[in-house]
């Protein structure tokens, strides 16, 4: 304490010590009118849009729980989820595959991502739904021999469930193997290095040491992609796979509520992706384990502790302060 | 009469064009220790590296413990090494890097029982035992629940060498171990390696500190553009060198 009152030289010609002054923050007014503007410009189109009598809340209210819309949310939740685990697993395969040194692997796989990333998803989706009409037959067997172990009807294996799944889940992990491919390449050399000279094989010190630290990096652009999906699922109902969106169509082409009907629809989505956020999260946290001091903090810990965090931080590590020089 | 640990004849490498290694001959004795000097880009630390085949050798024949290295000899050809041959080999030579190369999310603990648990098979009680007791060895017994990111860069060199020891190797490579650290954090590190070749441990370290090279080694080699220039007790190689190269590169360090 004495070495910092010697550095402030001559002391204050005012009789009050500094830290009995009040301080005055810097007042925005600009900022507090901007933010009065929009809110009032917003009361506005929430009071219009609830006043609006062709938006027939009544007909949202009837219908936002039906029994119809549930249906459909299962559909859209399990097609999510599995087009996601396709995508997941498929992707992963593919990033290891680009990244392998054999030619012919990284060929395929590069080949694989060139054509289900370069093509609309739409387009995916009707291709799968009418592939009957290029193959009326699904055989698995020997090629150019009579040999078949199994033969069935294509239309009746692709279900439109199932064609939307397809058409989901190779789409996502075309997409998928980029970030996990991302993830991978985040890595530094030096841990497989050492995970080699401890003995480890490659399959093992990639499960064990690369993708969970590759998971950090991966995680946030898959909370999207999930997000994404969900959302996409819609586009399924071009095939009437009857997911909520297939659904709600159904609905106004009998009773041409379109309006009422999509918010019924928004309103599930935006609820469901809300859902999704918290997942995420935790993920998060899971997998940045030692990487950062805030990985392990909850967002709304991290949002309420502030400058708070810092000075818990400094009190944990003074013990040894002496050789943490980081 | 059993063979050397290591025992490198015309030891050649190259990166296309670019000759690192123009034919090493060197051999260390079991209970060793050797220490590898030379300016950067000498080759000593892809020397090292070729030694737990972490890079391939294009020319010469290198074996360790009397076994060529990535190699297999059936009759009169050498069959390459599978991938689970050579990492079958890699568990009896622990490494110990520049730059530490901890698991950055696992504990100091789970760091050093990782190989034991995956590799070897040893049960979890068991890995945990030894563990806590290597991490005790190196001083930092009660930092084991600690995240590499919490730790000093000495203390994570520290982890690094219990990492490597818990696979009980019979030979120990040490890449430039000090070389990343603060000076005052370099003294912990040398101080278990000192240790680590008194209990008679087979080393072969690649380092920049002179002094340690003189008291530790058994001996001492200096590499300047991919050849040995010079090999020896490192009483004489390191004090009164007979190469003017070896000289005028302890002239600029020392």
């Given at each position: 304490m004495t070495t910092t009152t010697a550095c402030t030289g001559t002391p204050p010609k005012d009789h009050a010590a500094p830290e009995d002054l009040a301080v005055v923050p810097v007042r925005h007014y600009g900022r507090w009118i901007a933010a009065v503007v929009a809110f009032a410009a917003l009361i506005g189109l929430v009071g219009s849009l609830a006043k609006n009598h062709n938006l027939h809340w009544d007909v949202v209210r009837h219908y936002l729980f039906a029994g119809l819309i549930f249906d459909g949310l299962a559909t859209t939740l399990w097609l999510t989820a599995a087009a996601m685990a396709i995508g997941l697993g498929l992707g992963t395969l593919i990033a290891v595959m680009r990244l392998s040194t054999s030619p012919v692997l990284y060929g395929l796989g590069t080949l694989f991502v060139w054509v289900f990333r370069g093509t609309?998803?739409?387009?995916?989706?009707?291709?799968?739904?009418?592939?009957?009409?290029?193959?009326?037959?699904?055989?698995?067997?020997?090629?150019?021999?009579?040999?078949?172990?199994?033969?069935?009807?294509?239309?009746?294996?692709?279900?439109?469930?199932?064609?939307?799944?397809?058409?989901l889940g190779l789409n996502e992990a075309a997409y998928t193997s980029e970030i996990v491919r991302a993830g991978i390449q985040s890595v530094d050399t030096g841990q497989t290095e050492a995970a080699h000279s401890l003995g480890m094989r490659p399959a093992l010190t990639m499960r064990r040491v690369v993708l969970p630290q590759a998971m950090r990096v991966i995680i946030p652009p898959l909370g999207n992609e999930t997000i994404n999906m969900l959302k996409m699922t819609a586009l399924v109902s071009v095939i009437s796979a009857h997911d909520l969106m297939s659904n709600i169509q159904d609905v106004y082409a009998q009773n041409y509520q379109v309006i009422p009907m999509l918010v019924v629809a928004s309103l599930w989505y935006l609820a469901l992706v809300t859902l999704l956020s918290i997942p995420q999260a935790w993920l998060e946290r899971r997998y940045g384990r030692g990487a950062s001091r805030a990985g392990h903090l909850s967002p709304l810990q991290r949002m309420l502790a502030g400058s708070a965090r810092t000075s818990t931080k400094k009190s944990k590590n003074s013990d040894n302060s002496k050789e943490a020089d980081r | 009469m059993s063979a050397p640990m290591v025992h490198a004849r015309g030891v050649r490498k190259h990166y296309g064009k670019l000759e690192v290694l123009k034919g090493i001959d060197l051999t260390v004795e079991r209970g060793q220790v050797c220490c590898l000097l030379g300016p950067s880009g000498s080759g000593k630390s892809t020397f090292l590296r070729c030694i737990n085949h972490l890079e391939k050798v294009d020319g010469g024949r290198l074996a360790v413990d009397g076994h060529l290295v990535g190699y297999r000899r059936h009759g009169n050809r050498l069959h390459e090494l599978r991938e689970q041959e050579v990492a079958q080999r890699r568990r009896e030579i622990g490494m110990v890097f520049q730059r530490f190369n901890l698991f950055p999310h696992m504990t100091a603990l789970e760091n050093v029982m990782e190989a034991p648990v995956r590799v070897s098979g040893v049960g979890r009680a068991e890995a945990h035992k030894t563990a806590q007791r290597l991490l005790d060895r190196v001083g930092l017994g009660d930092r084991a629940a600690h995240y590499p990111a919490h730790l000093s860069g000495g203390q994570q060199q520290r982890v690094a060498i219990a990492r490597a020891l818990a696979m009980k190797p019979k030979l120990m490579l040490f890449d430039e171990p000090t070389s990343a650290l603060d000076p005052e954090l370099v003294g912990d590190v040398l101080d278990v390696m000192r240790q680590l070749a008194s209990d008679g441990m087979t080393m072969v370290v690649v380092t920049h500190e002179i002094g340690f090279a003189r008291e530790v080694g058994d001996t001492a080699v200096f590499m300047d553009e991919g050849v040995v220039v010079e090999a020896g007790d490192p009483k004489r190689v390191l004090v009164q060198p007979e190469q003017e190269r070896t000289r005028a590169f302890l002239a600029k360090v020392l």
């Open positions: 609309p998803l739409l387009v995916q989706i009707i291709f799968w739904g009418y592939a009957a009409a290029l193959y009326k037959y699904v055989m698995i067997g020997i090629p150019f021999t009579d040999i078949t172990f199994f033969r069935a009807e294509t239309n009746s294996l692709l279900t439109p469930a199932i064609a939307a799944l397809l058409a | -």
